[in-house]
């Protein structure tokens, strides 16, 4: 399966449809890789044009940004915005929640001005027109499932309902967790607290979702963020249920559910 | 000397008024305290806000039971506002019940509607009492109440009930006096309200004369209780009731997940990228501080927030850091602001140009430990009725630890080299960034 960098578009005088924003997760979390590759098997599938930036992608400076560091923060803005820019792209498809904050909120009033979609409202207008179907007998169709909101989608950009009609496509049952949608409690990896340990606590934060998650009987616990996934994974291994159930992103199930 | 209770009346009215109006001009003046931040945009949403959220109440509709009860106080305290009036006007004028003519049968069924009320914000207070001392809610219970907060709410309630107290007695008494045709009740005759006609079996044994005292004493009571009310406010949580419009229209309209750009530093980053965009002369701009500090860097809607915050405790209920023994409290953020603010004005009281340098709200107030618990997650946000954001503070204090005192975890500073090196947050050569494709 080819992909397409940015660059070698270019060459070929080529220009995509979008640039899948993979982001840090996606491209060295080994976990997260299984949803970057997922979400580019739909779009190879469905024969979209796109390309990646490849090597030429940089972090774009969310977790800087969180812990206080504006000026590293800056500085990624700046270089990623140039070569943004200077490939002239207008439309970003990205699969992680933080990314995508950064890109739609951050980046316009220091000069990256672009349409960024997060892959659940992606995949929704596939699902939506058609061009997603799903299989009747797909692995999930007895299981149901739970998702989780993403602080970073959610409260933060008030994208509740795509991934839920994501999910709804698959047609199992759905069932909420008691803090969901705009009391969704969050994972604990967000403002940078991914990249250190707790503060002093009586429990961990991914523990204390993983037990609400868990509480609905769900199967399978759908996320629509890396560091989510990462976070509840951990928090299912911890329970030692991950025979039991699955931590998976939407991209995955849809990726297996269709034809 | 009939004009003697008139007087009285308003000189207490005028002290009232002034004591108030120098408060709130104190308060108005720490609130400016903070940096300038320009809120003008989109007029017709910001009153939007008002009326959804401030007026509305919308956020606490979350909780319909709790919606519909602090509803009943605050429409309590708003209507029965209208009775006031008139009881202003009497004591200015020296007339009594001045409305009664005027509105004719009206009249009887506004005060009895006012009864009402008063009769159902007793009951919400009393629960309202209930919930906090004897059912002893979590929100209520939480350290973060101890000492002066918990009395404070407590004082508020039972002054509440108090005054409403006071004003079915003295409604009781007078429509009693009416009925013997004594004085000068007799003039206006309304007829038994709602409910203080119930207090009428206990007051029949008084004199009328007596009774007259009671009334008097009660009508007085009343007022006054309501101007020590309003001169509590201003050192209270309840200054809520009237900072929650301001701070509803001043709330911001961005998605709560963007962050407030630093044009300063964007700049700085800028010119080093290009320096032939530097400008040839450095303005004689004083050497900024990056994040906050103190109130002072802070930006004064940040402090409009901390004097709005009734330290309800919904964010720190919902807070992911504060449910599973983390030291932050999204309300303790808003109250320490409001502390800090406060010792500041007091010593600016006292000295009209020097202000306490001796202890800082970072460190002082809030601690490290705090600051790094937050996720951003913006939960407390979305559970403020009063549009109140403990992140925004969290974000700038964070900004001036990791910028001004170089204070960051280990763990932070290895993230930071690895995204200036690598590019991505962690010890893994950017080399490699694409190699997920080798495997499809």
Request: aromatic fraction near 10%; charge should be neutral; proline fraction near 4%.
């Amino acid at each position: 399966m080819k992909i397409n960098t940015m660059a070698e578009m270019m060459a070929n005088n080529e220009t995509p449809d979008i640039l899948f924003w993979v982001g840090c997760a996606g491209s060295f979390d080994a976990r997260a890789q299984k949803i970057t590759k997922a979400f580019a098997t739909i779009l190879n599938k469905l024969s979209i044009k796109y390309a990646i930036l490849g090597k030429e992608e940089a972090c774009t400076g969310d977790p800087a940004r969180r812990s206080g560091n504006e000026f590293l923060f800056q500085m990624m803005a700046y270089n990623n915005i140039q070569i943004l820019n200077g490939y002239g792209i207008k439309k970003i498809v990205t699969t992680c929640p933080h990314c995508y904050n950064t890109l739609k909120n951050e980046y316009p009033e220091l000069g990256g001005t672009y349409e960024v979609v997060h892959h659940a409202t992606f995949l929704e207008q596939l699902i939506e027109e058609g061009r997603i179907v799903l299989k009747e007998d797909h692995p999930f169709s007895e299981k149901n499932i739970s998702y989780h909101d993403s602080c970073y989608l959610g409260r933060s950009n008030n994208i509740y309902d795509a991934p839920r009609k994501v999910l709804e496509a698959l047609k199992t049952e759905l069932v909420e967790m008691k803090r969901c949608r705009s009391n969704g409690l969050c994972c604990g990896a967000g403002g940078a607290q991914m990249f250190k340990e707790d503060e002093k606590g009586n429990k961990r934060i991914n523990i204390e979702r993983t037990e609400e998650a868990l509480e609905t009987g769900a199967k399978v616990i759908a996320a629509a963020c890396p560091f989510c996934n990462t976070m509840l994974l951990d928090g299912v291994k911890n329970k030692e249920k991950e025979n039991e159930v699955a931590v998976l992103d939407i991209a995955e199930l849809i990726e297996q559910s269709m034809i | 000397m009939q004009l003697l209770p008139q007087i009285a009346f308003a000189i207490l009215t005028v002290i009232a008024t002034y004591l108030f109006a120098k408060k709130a001009s104190e308060i108005r003046r720490n609130i400016l305290l903070g940096r300038d931040e320009k809120i003008s945009d989109n007029t017709p949403q910001r009153w939007r806000n008002v009326l959804l959220l401030a007026l509305g109440q919308k956020k606490m509709f979350k909780n319909p039971l709790v919606a519909l009860m602090h509803l009943v106080v605050y429409g309590g305290f708003i209507i029965i506002n209208i009775e006031v009036l008139e009881i202003l006007l009497d004591g200015l004028l020296g007339t009594h019940r001045l409305f009664a003519p005027i509105l004719g049968n009206g009249y009887q069924w506004l005060i009895n509607s006012f009864e009402l009320l008063a009769v159902l914000v007793i009951i919400v207070c009393i629960s309202f009492l209930v919930r906090r001392n004897i059912i002893k809610l979590k929100r209520f219970a939480s350290n973060d109440l101890n000492g002066w907060p918990r009395s404070d709410a407590n004082y508020i309630l039972f002054t509440e009930i108090v005054l409403m107290l006071l004003f079915l007695k003295m409604n009781a008494i007078d429509t009693l006096l009416q009925s013997r045709g004594f004085g000068h009740y007799a003039q206006n005759i309304t007829g038994n309200f709602l409910f203080s006609q119930y207090y009428h079996p206990i007051l029949q044994h008084f004199s009328s004369e007596s009774l007259m005292v009671f009334e008097r004493i009660c009508w007085w009571m009343h007022i006054a209780g309501i101007y020590a009310f309003l001169n509590y406010l201003p050192y209270s949580k309840h200054l809520h009731i009237i900072l929650a419009f301001p701070n509803a229209y001043y709330a911001r309209l961005e998605p709560q997940g963007k962050m407030k750009n630093m044009p300063e530093i964007q700049n700085e980053v800028l010119y080093a990228m290009q320096p032939e965009l530097a400008p040839t002369e450095t303005a004689g701009e004083n050497a900024k501080k990056f994040g906050a500090k103190d109130i002072y860097d802070l930006s004064w809607k940040n402090l409009l927030d901390a004097y709005s915050c009734t330290e309800c405790g919904r964010c720190t209920t919902a807070c992911p850091a504060n449910i599973t023994g983390k030291k932050l409290s999204p309300r303790l953020i808003m109250m320490k602001t409001r502390d800090r603010a406060e010792e500041v004005g007091k010593s600016l009281n006292k000295n009209f140009t020097t202000i306490n340098k001796e202890s800082t709200l970072l460190h002082d107030y809030i601690t490290v430990e705090e600051l790094r618990a937050c996720t951003t997650c913006n939960a407390c946000v979305e559970a403020c009725p009063v549009s109140i954001s403990p992140v925004d503070i969290i974000m700038q204090l964070r900004r001036y630890l990791i910028m001004e005192e170089s204070n960051a975890p280990q763990e932070w500073n290895s993230m930071f080299s690895s995204i200036e090196n690598n590019f991505a947050p962690w010890k893994l050569s950017a080399d490699t960034r694409d190699n997920w494709i080798n495997d499809l």
